[in-house]
Every structure is written in structure tokens, then in C-alpha cells.
């Protein structure tokens, strides 16, 4: 018994580890892409450039989220369910209903953008940016929707490498299209840019799902509109949560436009992206893998904690080599990334580093609610956070600048935390074992001891110092990695396999 608890564990340990590298390495991968890309467009357009730019991604990523009805979430459990029972018919059948939706959401958003282009304007760049351009990045709503339709339904259906390698490609070709075009038109090929980014993405997923399930056309409107109910139901609340984690975003931009400028946007945006986007590669596979399968067993208490902790075990000790890495060679790679104009985020970068730590923890957590459909309790957990968001990081930048708003995300991401373990000890009956508090309490140290030798030296020192928190920080990783997972085995086996062959 105690063999086969043991063969279970490590079974565990091994798909998690194993898709985590997966989509991490595609994510890293996608980095490098991106890392070429927010040079080239930083040195091109500028920070106040690169500031118009999130102006128009945060207004349409607010209208989509207010206006797809949660689909593109809902929609992997339902698939991710149908998919556990092999009721081909009944999956197919699914699938042209998440298709439709997609459709009618997709026009719903684009309607929304047109008629309230003139608000998105006033709200988002108090009149700096024409309303008419807000019309014209429209589309981009619409192509949005059924992009996250189409990869709603590779997620569910389990097509992990299609995902990883469509991930992948829309880095290249974001690459690709913007870059010219910036070189060419500077400013003026934003929209057309954005436009062109986002009609390749849908183009490539619908490439990849369409293969795997073919497009037909059927007129079954009312049957769909009937099935997907319980979707959009669940969908609801995702919304809600969607509008106001878009208005977070929205407001805190906002503010910093009006007490700043739009070069103040861009240096946030900045050190958010290299924060919170660049290190949550590592937490790709979460919505992609993890979320399908915590679906699949979210009746039951007892596996649901042991897939959740199982998680964020794995999550914390990947995730923490990078972070040390990310604070020691900060200096190296800001300039990389950008340009010396954007300098002044390091110490912003510095500070909110913490909040991937609590972070790791906290992601998986969360899921337990999305996975059981308790769109409720998600959207409780949700609107606190963001309130505490809102008011945390305006004060924060009011009270230290970019140093301060970094400080605000790490606290914030800790207050979430305890928020979302809490909700789901009280309501769930969620248990966070012993081991997974080891491994966190194991790694933090070192993180903490490189934000202080970032902070207090430079020169030979602060190499030699910033050097020794990576290596512990990577051996300690990598021996429990091996220790609790049979990956390494497994890749020598076969490899003995053919050279024997």
C-alpha cells in the first residue's frame, strides 16, 4: 500500500513537472521573442509609445472581458467533463455550442467598443487618444472572442503541445508584423499593428482546433443558446470578476495618466510585464493543464487538495530560481529589455518580486472554486481583491512612487493569500499540507537575501553575493525536483534504450 501511495506521488509530481516544463519552456521561449520585441519597440516608440499601446490592449481586454459571458473559462470545465466520459457525440455537439457563443460574443463586444468609444476615450486616456481610434481597434474584440473560444476548446480536449506551439507562434508573428510596421509608420501603425497581432492569433488557433475538430455549419441557434445557459450561468460571475479586475487595471492607469503621463503608463506597465508576465510562465500550465484536471476530480475533497498542494509544491520550487535570477540580474536585464529610459523600474521590479512567492501559492487555491462552478464564492474572493488592489497600489505610488507601487503588489499578493486559503478552508474543507509550506519557507529566504544584497552592494560583491542566492537557491530546486519525481529515470531509460538499440 505505502509502494503504490508512493508511485502515486510521484506519478503526480511527474505531470506536473513535466507539463510545467512544457509551457514553461514554450513560455521562455516566447519570452526571448518578446524580450527581442519590447526592445525593438521601446527604442522605436518610447515609453510614452509603449504607454499608448496598453492604453488600447487594457481597453480592449476590459471590453472583452465585460462582454464573452465567461466563456472562454466556463467552457473548459464543461469540455474538460465531457471530454472524462469519451461521449464523443456529446462533446461534439458541445463544441459547436462554445463556437456559437464565441460568435455572438465576439459581435456583442465589437457593438459595445463602437458605441462606447467615445467613454473608452475620456476613461482611458482623458481625451489624449481620439475616439475614433477606439472605433477602429474594435475588431479586436470580436477576433479576441473566438481566438479564446477556439483555445477554450484545445484546453479541454487536453491538446496541450497544439496549445504550447500556438502560444509560441503568436510571439513570432507579433514579432513579425509590429516591428516593421513601427519601423515604417512609428506611432501612427499602433492600431493597424494590434489589429494585424490579433487577426494572426485567431487565424493560427482556429488552425490548430478546426484540425483537431473540423468547423461545420449547422443551424442549431436555438439548441445552442438552450445548451450553453449553464455556461454563461457559471459565466456570470466571471464577468463581474473580469470587468473588475479589467477596471483595476483601468483605474490605476487612469491615475497615473492624470498625475503623471502617458511615459508614467509605460514605465508601470513595464515593470508589471517583467514582474508578473515574464515570471508567470511558469504558471502557464495552471489554466492550461491543471484546471482540466482539477475539473475532473472537483467532487472529491481528498484528491482535489492532493492535485491543488501537489501544484503548488511544484510551482514554488520552479518558480523560485527565477525570481532570484530576476533580482540579481536586474541590471543586466532591464537594459536588454528596454532601454536606460526605463531604469527607474528597477526599483519597482525589486519590491514586487515578493508577490510571485505568495503567488505560486495562491493560484492554485484559487482554482478550487472555478473548478467546482461556485462562481459565487470566486466572485467574492475576486471583488475583495480587487478593492484592495485599487486602494493599495494608488496609495502606494502616491506615498513612493514605482518603488511604492511595488511594494503594494507584493502586499497585496499576500493579502490575497490569506484571502483565497481562508475562503477555501472555510468553504471547501481545503487543507495546504505541511510540505508545501516547507518548500515555501525553504525558498523565500533566499529571495529575501538577494532583495538585500541588490539593495546594499555593487561591483565584485554584489555578483559574488547575488551568485551563491541563485546557486542555493537552483540546488535546493533541482534536488527535490529529482528526489520527488521519476523524469530523470525515465529520460535515462530511454536513452539507454537506444543506444542499446
Avoid at 181 to 205: C, D, P, R
Avoid at 255 to 276: H, P, Q
Avoid at 475 to 497: A, D, G, P, Y
Wanted: hydrophobic share 50%; with cysteine.
Amino acid at each position: 500500500m505505502h509502494i503504490n501511495k508512493e508511485k502515486k506521488r510521484k506519478s503526480t509530481y511527474d505531470h506536473v513537472v513535466k507539463y510545467t516544463g512544457l509551457f514553461g519552456g514554450v513560455q521562455g521561449l516566447s519570452l526571448l521573442t518578446s524580450i527581442v520585441r519590447n526592445k525593438l519597440v521601446a527604442e522605436l516608440l518610447g515609453p510614452a509609445g509603449m504607454g499608448v499601446i496598453n492604453l488600447f490592449n487594457a481597453a480592449t481586454t476590459f471590453v472583452s472581458n465585460s462582454t464573452n459571458f465567461g466563456v472562454p473559462f466556463s467552457a473548459v470545465r464543461h469540455v474538460s467533463e465531457l471530454y472524462e466520459k469519451n461521449d464523443e457525440k456529446a462533446l461534439t455537439d458541445f463544441i459547436q455550442v462554445v463556437r456559437t457563443w464565441s460568435i455572438i460574443t465576439g459581435l456583442l463586444g465589437m457593438l459595445v467598443c463602437l458605441l462606447f468609444s467615445p467613454l473608452l476615450s475620456t476613461y482611458y486616456s482623458d481625451n489624449t487618444i481620439d475616439w475614433l481610434s477606439f472605433v477602429w481597434v474594435s475588431p479586436i474584440v470580436g477576433l479576441m472572442a473566438i481566438s479564446a473560444g477556439e483555445m477554450a476548446i484545445l484546453k479541454g480536449t487536453r491538446r496541450l503541445r497544439r496549445v504550447a506551439l500556438q502560444s509560441l507562434l503568436n510571439s513570432l508573428f507579433a514579432l513579425i508584423i509590429s516591428v516593421p510596421l513601427f519601423y515604417i509608420w512609428g506611432e501612427k501603425a499602433i492600431i493597424g499593428s494590434l489589429l494585424l497581432v490579433a487577426l494572426s492569433t485567431m487565424l493560427t488557433t482556429i488552425l490548430f482546433s478546426f484540425k483537431c475538430y473540423p468547423f461545420f455549419l449547422r443551424c442549431r441557434i436555438k439548441f445552442s443558446l438552450t445548451e450553453g445557459k449553464k455556461m454563461v450561468s457559471l459565466g456570470t460571475a466571471f464577468i463581474l470578476a473580469g470587468i473588475l479586475g479589467s477596471a483595476v487595471e483601468a483605474i490605476i492607469r487612469s491615475y497615473l495618466v492624470r498625475v503623471g503621463s502617458e511615459a508614467d503608463v509605460g514605465m508601470y506597465n513595464a515593470g508589471y510585464l517583467i514582474t508578473v508576465t515574464y515570471a508567470s510562465m511558469v504558471f502557464t500550465a495552471m489554466e492550461t493543464d491543471f484546471f482540466p484536471r482539477l475539473s475532473a476530480v472537483n467532487n472529491d475533497v481528498e484528491k482535489s487538495n492532493v492535485l491543488v498542494n501537489r501544484q503548488i509544491e511544484a510551482s514554488v520550487l520552479l518558480i523560485s530560481p527565477l525570481l532570484v535570477t530576476m533580482l540579481v540580474a536586474l541590471p543586466i536585464l532591464l537594459p536588454l529589455l528596454y532601454n536606460e529610459e526605463f531604469l527607474p523600474v528597477i526599483g519597482m521590479v525589486q519590491c514586487a518580486v515578493f508577490s510571485m512567492y505568495m503567488r505560486a501559492v495562491a493560484m492554485p487555491i484559487s482554482y478550487i472554486s472555478l473548478a467546482k462552478g461556485r462562481s459565487r464564492v470566486y466572485l467574492f474572493t475576486e471583488g475583495v481583491y480587487d478593492v484592495v488592489a485599487v486602494l493599495m497600489i494608488i496609495t502606494g505610488y502616491s506615498l513612493g512612487g514605482l518603488r511604492g507601487a511595488g511594494v503594494s503588489l507584493s502586499l497585496v499578493s499576500a493579502f490575497d493569500l490569506l484571502l483565497v486559503w481562508f475562503t477555501a478552508r472555510r468553504v471547501y474543507g481545503f487543507q495546504l499540507f505541511g510540505k508545501a509550506l516547507k518548500m515555501l519557507s525553504l525558498q523565500l529566504p533566499f529571495g529575501v537575501f538577494a532583495f538585500v544584497v541588490t539593495n546594499t552592494t555593487n561591483g565584485f560583491l554584489y555578483w559574488l553575493l547575488g551568485g551563491v542566492c541563485i546557486l542555493c537557491s537552483a540546488t535546493i530546486s533541482v534536488r527535490i525536483l529529482l528526489r520527488e519525481t521519476t523524469l530523470l529515470q525515465t529520460l535515462w531509460k530511454k536513452i539507454r534504450k537506444r543506444i542499446g538499440r
